[in-house]
């Protein structure tokens, strides 16, 4: 089993995706050969993703700290 990151795209009134030559060649597929597919969207509103987004700007920050305030801000010990 193989998993990769494609793009979808619209043909006429569908949707489709484009699969790359090193999947079609190591799964051995061919024209009407029967796959089955797992949607997962991308979705850049996890932690890690945020994080790893602002890697250059977090460099310099001690992480634990930054989400013990976190924490603080939103979870107000009593």
Do not use: C, Y
């Not at 009134?13 to 030559?21: A, E, Q, T």
């Amino acid at each position: 089993m193989e998993r990769t990151i494609v793009h979808v795209k619209k043909w006429g009134n569908s949707f489709g995706i484009v699969l790359p030559m090193k999947i079609v060649e190591k799964e051995k597929l061919s024209e009407g050969k029967e796959i089955i597919i797992t949607v997962e969207t991308k979705d850049k509103t996890k932690v890690r993703d945020v994080f790893g987004m602002l890697a250059k700007e977090l460099k310099n920050i001690n992480t634990q700290k930054a989400l013990r305030d976190v924490d603080k801000a939103f979870w107000p010990e009593d």
